[in-house]
């Protein structure tokens, strides 16, 4: 009947050494993924941070040049002329979606 005993009381201590075993491995891997994702979220704050400067920063801000009524005139004139949106974006320094928008009568 001793024999029963000890092996049980073994069983028991095996039993408890694998289940710390178990919660010890469980408890490093979630610091690690914790302290990945620490480090993540560190960056993105850091990248977040630098694209709002970005966006404040005025050359990386759109276009504000209005077309002056005598380059449509001459967008006209030269579309007229049979010249392609190549050709007139070259001549006159705007853009293609420039030129068909005011060949098109788009906003302007």
């Not at 380059?71 to 050709?87: H, M, P």
């Amino acid at each position: 009947m001793k024999v029963g005993v000890t092996l049980l009381k073994k069983l028991k201590k095996d039993d408890y050494n694998w289940t710390g075993k178990y919660i010890r491995e469980y408890n490093e891997m979630v610091s690690y993924y914790e302290k990945q994702l620490e480090e993540k979220n560190r960056i993105i704050e850091s990248l977040s941070l630098e694209n709002d400067n970005l966006r404040k920063n005025i050359k990386f801000q759109g276009k504000q040049k209005q077309i002056s009524d005598k380059d449509i005139d001459k967008i006209r004139k030269l579309k007229n002329e049979g010249k392609s949106y190549s050709y007139i974006s070259n001549e006159t320094g705007w853009s293609k979606a420039t030129i068909s928008r005011v060949i098109n009568n788009k906003n302007y």
